[in-house]
T-cell receptor
Framework: NAGVTQTPKFRVLKTGQSMTLLCAQD?????MYWYRQDPGMGLRLIHY???????AKGEVPDGYNVSRLKKQNFLLGLESAAPSQTSVYFC??????????FGPGTRLTVL | SQQGEEDPQALSIQEGENATMNCSYK?????LQWYRQNSGRGLVHLIL?????REKHSGRLRVTLDTSKKSSSLLITASRAADTASYFC??????????????FGTGTRLQVTL
């Protein structure tokens, strides 16, 4: 099993550009999450999903959109990137409220 | 907003010594989890302790939870160089709406030297 995978691993964008981060899990988890990690801030929840076709806002959702068209995939979109969105993005999945399984992260720089 | 706050922010010890990290939180929880993050990698789950548990062990890890003081500690015994990583506590406050929210602290950076 690959667990949770994320693509791409690195990306540099210019302000105003758009991009989509892809997360895939092969553990048949219902719940999936997108976090961002910034220095000194810990991880903050952006959006999450409790099942195929559902999404919900987390702690810092502004500037991001998500979709969960298939149970195994969770996409995070930036429609118009801003320098404040420079961060490391982590996807995670879980069966329920317990242990989260994390992907390796995507390092995004917005110039 | 941060729920868990780890202390200390950084810890440097020698191989073979024990490492203790503390986590304090503000509101009631269903469970508290500890994660490890190696440099440049994703987080790995270490242990989960429920609000009705006081102590839990997993290999060289020992976690305690004091809900009256809203605090938890992670003890790593006989540390190894491979334990060098950042350690995060995360509090689960229970279901709010459609799912439980896991709130992470800012982490303790552990350095184990030979």
């Amino acid at each position: 099993n690959a667990g949770v995978t994320q693509t791409p691993k690195f990306r540099v964008l210019k302000t105003g550009q758009s991009m989509t981060l892809l997360c895939a899990q092969d553990m048949n988890h219902e719940y999936m999450y997108w976090y961002r990690q910034d220095p000194g801030m810990g991880l903050r929840l952006i959006h999450y999903s409790v099942g195929e076709g559902t999404t919900a806002k987390g702690e810092v959702p502004d500037g991001y959109n998500v979709s969960r068209l298939k149970k195994q995939n969770f996409l995070l979109g930036l429609e118009s990137a801003a320098p404040s969105q420079t961060s490391v993005y982590f996807c995670a999945s879980s069966y329920g409220p317990g242990e989260r399984f994390f992907g390796p992260g995507t390092r995004l720089t917005v110039l | 907003s941060q729920q868990g706050e780890e202390d200390p922010q950084a810890l440097s010890i020698q191989e073979g010594e024990n490492a203790t990290m503390n986590c304090s939180y503000k509101t009631s929880i269903n469970n508290l989890q500890w994660y490890r993050q190696n440099s440049g990698r994703g987080l790995v789950h270490l242990i989960l302790i429920r609000s009705n548990e006081r102590e839990k062990h997993s290999g060289r890890l020992r976690v305690t939870l004091d809900t009256s003081k809203k605090s938890s500690s992670l003890l790593i015994t006989a540390s190894r160089a491979a334990d060098t990583a950042s350690y995060f506590c995360a509090t689960d406050g229970g279901y709010t709406g459609t799912a439980s929210k896991l709130t992470f602290g800012t982490g303790t950076r552990l350095q184990v030297t030979l």
